[in-house]
């Protein structure tokens, strides 16, 4: 079967840095996706991995390794508005996106 | 960037009674629309993917009469909930997709917080 898995929540404090991580299991890959999603607000787009390595884009970085079916969010200079949740998702080979259950992400002053 | 919009944002209805939810992309046209559920602590569950002018795919599990999906155009999706009873509360969220990115990125709605007595 098909699998995200991610934290379900961590703590972080204001100013600090954070790594949110997650792992899959698909059938192909098309690409990882990170999304952030507030309290009953739709996601919004992060960042797109198809390629391993870094991407940095501002305080978020992302990060992919095929071979090791991983990948992480890392957020820095974390800021209060940063307190949301972080979905992870993987689009397998039909170019379906599979979401892992997001990591709730809290920060503290 | 592109914009997709929902109407309505929010839903009280009574059990038994039908509800229509409109996605609507606003500067771009969308090939492809796909409709989410969400319940409180969890993660999104694609619920169908439609295609303008043809038939939707349902996901395992989801009743396509009961839940009515229509892309009759380039810019426009609705999801019906036929008959809604408790058990249909949620978050409903739509994304659309032009296709024209080489990853197929999924634009979302606001999405629509139904509840149902």
């Known amino acids: 079967g098909q699998n995200i898995d991610q934290p379900t929540e961590m703590t972080a404090t204001e100013g600090a840095i954070v790594q949110i991580n997650c792992t899959y299991q698909?059938?192909?890959?098309?690409?990882l996706f990170w999304y952030q999603q507030h309290a009953g607000e739709a996601p919004t787009f992060l960042s797109y991995n198809v390629l391993d390595g870094l991407e940095e884009k501002g305080r978020f970085s992302s990060f992919l390794s095929r071979s090791k079916g991983y990948s992480y969010l890392l957020l820095k200079e974390l800021q209060m508005k940063d307190s949301a949740s972080y979905l992870c998702a993987v689009m397998d080979s039909n170019y379906q996106l599979i979401w892992g259950a997001g990591t709730k992400l809290i920060i503290k002053p | 960037g592109a914009v997709v919009s929902q109407h309505p944002s929010w839903v009280i209805c009574k059990s038994g009674t039908s509800v229509k939810i409109e996605c609507r992309s606003l500067d771009f046209q969308a090939t492809t629309m796909f409709w989410y559920r969400q319940f409180p602590k969890q993660s999104l569950m694609l619920m169908a993917t439609s295609n303008e002018g043809s038939k939707a795919t349902y996901e395992q599990g989801v009743e396509k009469d009961k839940f009515l999906i229509n892309h009759a155009s380039l810019t426009l999706s609705t999801l019906t909930v036929t008959s809604a009873h408790p058990e249909d509360s949620s978050f409903y969220i739509c994304?659309?997709?032009?296709?024209?990115?080489?990853?197929?990125?999924?634009?979302f709605g606001p999405g629509t917080r139904l509840t149902v007595l």
């Open positions: 698909t059938s192909g890959f098309n690409g």
């Open positions: 994304s659309a997709s032009s296709g024209t990115t080489s990853y197929n990125e999924q634009f």
